[in-house]
Nanobody, 120 residues
Framework: QVQLVESGGGLVQPGGSLRLSCAAS????????MGWYRQAPGKQRESVAR???????NYADSVKGRFTISRDNAKNTVSLQMNSLKPEDTAVYYC??????????????WGQGTQVTVSS
């Protein structure tokens, strides 16, 4: 089994910054694409940013130029640097990863979520 644990959420004023981190733990696993999703109250979960094992990235249009996703393959971590935050960025942010355990198939894993609130 693999666990994804997020950290770094909180309350920030509009225009501020936050950095989210996610660490994967377990044994005998390989991580492929990783990403961040978010879900605001009353809305569907949406993709925010994704990064491949090789470092290729893509972002939701709403966060381009403000958010930066990065990963450390040696440490099995992924981070999301969020700048120029807006109230509409308020949501629960979830870490996501495609993981193969041992010789098994790739499966999709989710973290437990971390709350980000942008408010004055």
């Amino acid at each position: 089994q693999v666990q994804l644990v997020e950290s770094g959420g909180g309350l920030v004023q509009p225009g501020g910054s936050l950095r989210l981190s996610c660490a994967a733990s377990g044994s005998r696993f390989s991580i492929y694409a990783m990403g961040w999703y978010r879900q605001a109250p009353g809305k569907q979960r949406e993709s925010v940013a994704r990064i491949t094992r090789g470092g290729s990235t893509n972002y939701a249009d709403s966060v381009k130029g403000r958010f930066t996703i990065s990963r450390d393959n040696a440490k099995n971590t992924v981070s999301l640097q969020m700048n120029s935050l807006k109230p509409e960025d308020t949501a629960v942010y979830y870490c996501n990863a495609d993981v193969a355990v041992g010789l098994g198939p790739r499966e999709n894993y989710w973290g437990q979520g971390t709350q980000v609130t942008v408010s004055s």
